[in-house]
Structure formats: C-alpha cells, structure tokens
C-alpha cells in the first residue's frame, strides 16, 4: 500500500525554516509527482493501492484529489499527518479540549468523504492518519502523560474506525533515522521504546489497549469523588473515560475488560510537569449474577509501568549498564495487582480504584 512522499508542505529544513503548513509546499508540483508515480506503480501491479498526499498537519486534502482527480490519477486513500499540538489543529477544531484532536481527524475524514462524492470515488474510500503522537515540544514521549493520551484516543476512535482505519504511531522505537540518532535513553525522542528497548508507559498503554475484546457494553458515568485525602468532591464524568468489552465469541467462560482511563479534559499539554490535579476515586459498578472472587488490575501512570523515575534515580546515565537496563525494564513492567470486590446492592458488585491525573488502569475477570 504505497503512500507517495513524505509532508511534501514542510519545505527545506523545516523546522529551521519555520516553513510547514497549510501554505508551504508546491501543491501542484506535488500532485504531478504523485500522478507519474500512481501510473507507474498501477502498471506495474495494478492491485497496489497508491495514495497520499502524506501533509503534516491536514493539509491539502481537498485540493489534492480534485488535482489527481485532473491528473487521471484518483487515489484508492488518502493520508495526512496531524499532532494535537499542530496550529493547524487548534483552527479547526476545540483546541482547548482533550477532543480537538479526535474533532480535526474526523473532520479530515469527512472531507475525504465529500470528495470521493465529487470526483466519482469509491464512497468506501477512507482516510488514514500515517503519522501522530502525543505532541511536539512538550515533554510527553518519555512520561505516563502519552499513556493516557493514547487510550483516550483510541477509545475515542472506535466511533470513526470505518473512515479512519489506520492511525500510526510516531514511532515505534527511539531508534529512528529522522534528525539524527541519539544514543540516551529517555530523551524526549519520539518511540515507544527507548534506545535500548525499554518500554515506555505509551508502549504498556497500547498492550492494555490490545486486550480489549470486540464487543462493547454499555456504561453509564455518574458522579465521582476526590482522591484519599483530597478532601470534597467534584464531578469528574468529564474526566474519566469508560469502557466494557467482552470477546465477541461470549458465554460460558468469557473474561470482560473495563479500561479506565483519567485523561482531563481542557489540558491538551503536560510540557514538563503535569499540572496539578487530584486523583478520583473511581467505582465501577458491574451488573451481573455471579460476582467474581477476583479481578486482576493492571495499571499506567506516575507511578505504574513508568520507568522514567527510576532512571532519574540512577543519574540519567547516558550509556547504562546491563543491570541499569535490567532495572529500568522491570519498573516499566506491567503488575497484576489482584482486588476482591464487594457486593452493591441485588446483582451488582464493584470495584474501587484511585486514579490519578494522566492514568490509565484495566479491571480483568
């Protein structure tokens, strides 16, 4: 599946140049180099599904097929880039909202929609998003921050899966060519995992992520209360997000996955330090005849799956030893604490969590 180029509207050496956006690049220059290389590459293997145009930050997405629609050269998808910290996308949508990011996609989406309506497309013709992370220049690759950024996101995306099946992580590992290769560990560089293979909270969220089943149930949000020592309570429905699911395949014998995840909303950057924000107390309630003996609960956040502390215990050492890197993959490690839970009234049980600002916790049985 062929995208052609890369952000053909960051020009030069972008970000020396300060020029990427909407209005850098050359569009039609672009749309003739993708028009020869769709051809080329249709001739060859008329199966390969070409597309692009590949922009950072949305951009070009109308103009770009109505110019290969001229050109002959109607792509099978079309992709772009986009960072929750991208001007771009504080104009196009709630910037100042944990869901401007998720807005500026699908509306990205909508617009891939309208144009294969225009130009005589495939109305199934969809939208991927080939590059994101959790921000530029605000400190959050290495931190928990990114871990509930992404479950956030992804329960967010479930709605718009159709239009937007792909969405990428930039990157997978610290270990990429882009700006040059820098031998630290935990330098704000954009993996999953660091240089040498330790996982990040983002990269333990996406496990916890990939445990979800297939079929959602229900939930309902009501009110809940600070943290232990906190004092008062507030609503924070606003807050915490919610998800049930089950495998498709259910009945006897099926487990269930609740993932919670506390990514508040109107704080849309960590930079260096988190802003200061209790914790709640979350209780989720399960309907059901037979309550469980146990559950299992693994957690992402400050002071879960996050390895980031430990190595600023050690000094930050540039190049660690074997046991330095042992020690930083065990605190990145995935703990199964196991809870009892309580009765709640006829048919109910539930379970209490203390979920902290930027964290994300599964609930297993």
């Not at 998808?77 to 960072?83: A, T």
Request: glycine share 10%; net charge neutral; charged share 15%.
């Amino acid at each position: 599946m062929p995208q052609v180029w890369n952000e053909p509207n960051c020009c030069g050496g972008y970000p020396d140049t300060g020029c990427c956006g909407p209005s850098c690049g050359n569009q039609s220059m672009y749309v003739e180099l993708f028009a020869n290389t769709f051809k080329g590459l249709k001739a060859s293997n008329p199966q390969l599904r070409v597309g692009g145009p590949a922009t950072a930050q949305l951009a070009w997405i109308e103009a770009f097929v109505a110019g290969a629609a001229r050109a002959g050269a109607l792509p099978d998808f079309v992709s772009s880039h986009l960072y929750p910290t991208d001007p771009w996308a504080n104009e196009v949508a709630l910037s100042h909202t944990r869901d401007g990011f998720f807005h500026a996609i699908s509306a990205a989406a909508d617009s891939v929609t309208k144009m294969a309506k225009q130009h005589g497309m495939p109305s199934s013709t969809q939208f991927l998003l080939t590059e994101f992370n959790c921000g530029l220049g605000q400190d959050c690759a290495d931190s928990f921050f990114s871990s509930s950024f992404i479950a956030y996101h992804a329960l967010n995306s479930q709605g718009i899966v159709d239009r937007v099946p792909v969405q990428s992580y930039w990157t997978f590992s610290d270990i990429f060519e882009e700006g040059g290769q820098k031998p630290a560990e935990f330098c704000q560089a954009f993996g999953t995992r660091s240089f040498n293979g330790v996982p990040k909270p983002v990269y333990r969220a996406m496990q916890l992520i990939k445990r979800l089943g297939h079929d959602a149930l229900p939930v309902t949000q009501q009110v809940c209360n600070t943290g232990t020592g906190m004092g008062g309570g507030f609503n924070c429905s606003a807050n915490l997000t919610v998800t049930v699911v089950a495998p498709a395949a259910g009945g006897v014998g099926a487990s269930y996955e609740a993932l919670l995840v506390n990514h508040p909303t109107g704080v849309v950057s960590m930079r260096t330090n988190p802003p200061s924000l209790p914790s709640v107390n979350v209780t989720v309630v399960f309907k059901g005849k037979m309550m469980p003996s146990k559950v299992s609960v693994r957690r992402v956040d400050e002071s879960h799956a996050n390895a980031l502390p430990a190595y600023e215990a050690m000094g930050r050492p540039q190049y660690p030893t074997a046991s330095e890197i042992a020690a930083l993959k065990e605190a990145s490690a995935l703990v199964v604490e196991v809870l009892t839970p309580k009765h709640a009234g006829s048919g109910k049980w539930a379970v209490t969590l203390e979920m902290p600002t930027f964290s994300v916790a599964s609930i297993s049985f």
